[in-house]
């Protein structure tokens, strides 16, 4: 038998597991530090896309394969070591992702109602290590930093009402607090330009058909019509919903402004955030921005910086700070130890990126395993987590947490999600 450690349960990690399995003596550990499966498909996706979301069906099918097995609850770093890991599977492949908020380096971005958006989505989608977030939302002002598909996903989640999320498994704490928030007016601050937005049509779309919000685009920042021809078909689509929204604007409560060639330079309050400084900017002929020395403000209770991921670091494996992510030779690390998804390649591309970067990275791990060299696998993890008193928790067990959180749905919901270890664990009898 071959043995092979997953670190992360993500797509990353089971599309790779997917192509694994497929050799009959391959035996796959996903090893996952919470006590249930699926990465950002759970805390990441948002959930108002359940269409995207069902891909964990997906995940389950490879799950339930004889050689695959999910070993949850043990966190790589303090329950067993990489380098343990590496001892005792032929191959350890890291799917751990990007989870961590690149930081906004601008003065003030230290004050209280400065959030990430991997802070503020894993709290709407219960990551227990966000549950306590409560983000303020008390103010009509929010400013949205970033323009890619985040930023959208967040203004979206601001802007909607209670009845929208029906049929979505938003976590009863976002729900409850967003059906009382003060917000009305989100501004989604871009320090480029529409023809260099990371949105995607769908998702801009979706702006266009919201009960009470309706997106704003200043039509003076819009390129000549003309110039769209040089972008690629994606990016056209998304730009013409722009245009649609410049030359259509549809008076509703809650407004989502596009503010375009717009830095945040500061952000300042009295013990809290009350306004972000905004710098105009311009393009330089390689279209990077450069400010211009024009400011304005906007007065705002709650910044949340949607400007990218960064994979943590793990202690004595190579990590390449300026991209965020592991230093990789296509996917390989140091001998017996790969990376694959966000971890290898930074946080880029759809979940369904993932399908062909794990089946490629799998690949290689096949031939670089050769035969296998008789290592110890998942008896050996067993035995060094027992040694330890830990208690992994399995996918029978993950499949008792997921049909309580089933049980526990609102009329129409897919499920109520369980937002603490604890209670994920209490459902499991633990
Ligand atoms: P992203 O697509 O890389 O966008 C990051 C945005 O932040 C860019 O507009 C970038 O502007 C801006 N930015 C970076 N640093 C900044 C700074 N210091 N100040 C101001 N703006 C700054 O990242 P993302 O939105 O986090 O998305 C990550 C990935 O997940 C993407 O591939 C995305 O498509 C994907 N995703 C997909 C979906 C979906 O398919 N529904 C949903 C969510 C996420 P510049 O361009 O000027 O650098």
């Not at 006590?35 to 099918?61: M, N």
């Not at 928030?181 to 049509?201: E, F, Y």
């Not at 604007?249 to 809650?254: E, G």
């Not at 279209?287 to 991921?309: F, K, Q």
Request: charged fraction near 25%; charge should be negative.
């Amino acid at each position: 038998m071959r043995h092979v450690a997953i670190v992360g349960s993500g797509p990353a990690g089971y599309y790779t597991a997917e192509t694994l399995q497929k050799s009959a003596d391959v035996a796959v550990d996903v090893i996952d530090r919470l006590p249930v499966p699926y990465g950002l498909i759970r805390t990441g996706v948002a959930p108002d896309h359940q269409s995207i979301k069902a891909v964990s069906r997906r995940y389950e099918g490879v799950a339930l394969t004889d050689n695959v097995r999910f070993v949850g609850h043990v966190s790589v770093g303090s329950d067993v070591g990489i380098d343990e890991l590496v001892d005792l599977y032929d191959a350890v492949i890291l799917a751990t992702g990007a989870p961590n908020d690149r930081p906004l380096d601008i003065p003030g971005a230290a004050l209280p109602g400065v959030i990430g958006s991997a802070a503020f989505v894993g709290w709407y989608n219960g990551h227990p290590d966000f549950a306590d977030l409560d983000p303020p939302l008390d103010a009509p002002g929010v400013a949205v930093i970033g323009n890619g598909n985040v930023a959208l996903d967040v203004a979206r989640i601001l802007a909607k009402t209670a009845q929208e999320f029906a049929g979505s498994d938003i976590v009863a704490h976002a729900r409850d607090a967003l059906s009382t928030s003060a917000v009305r007016h989100i501004h989604i601050l871009g320090r480029r330009g529409p023809h260099q937005i990371a949105m995607t049509p769908k998702e801009l779309g979706e702006l266009a058909h919201l009960e009470r919000a309706s997106p704003r685009v200043d039509p003076t920042d819009l390129p000549p019509e003309g110039d769209d021809a040089m972008l690629e078909p994606g990016m056209r689509k998304s730009v013409s919903h722009l245009r649609g929204f410049a030359a259509n604007p549809v008076a509703k409560p809650v407004t989502i402004d596009f503010d375009f060639f717009a830095m945040p330079v500061a952000i300042e309050g009295d013990g809290r955030v009350q306004r972000v400084i905004v710098e105009r900017t311009a393009l330089d002929a390689d279209l990077t921005s450069r400010g211009t020395g024009e400011t304005y403000a906007i007065d705002v209770g709650l910044v949340i910086a949607c400007i990218g991921y960064q994979t943590p670091p793990i202690p004595g494996v190579p990590y390449e700070h300026g991209r965020g992510r592991f230093a990789n030779d296509d996917g390989r690390i140091l001998p017996g130890l790969y990376c694959v998804g966000w971890a290898r390649r930074g946080p880029s591309g759809t979940i369904g990126t993932n399908k062909p970067d794990g089946a490629r990275v799998a690949e290689m791990v096949l031939d670089d395993m050769g035969g296998g060299t008789g290592k110890a696998g998942r008896a050996g993890l067993d035995a060094l987590l027992a040694s330890r008193g830990v208690t992994p928790v399995t996918f029978r067990d993950w499949r008792r947490i997921e049909e309580a959180e089933v049980r526990a749905a609102l009329g129409g919901n897919p499920r109520e999600k369980f937002v603490t270890i604890d209670a994920m664990l209490g459902a499991i009898g633990r």
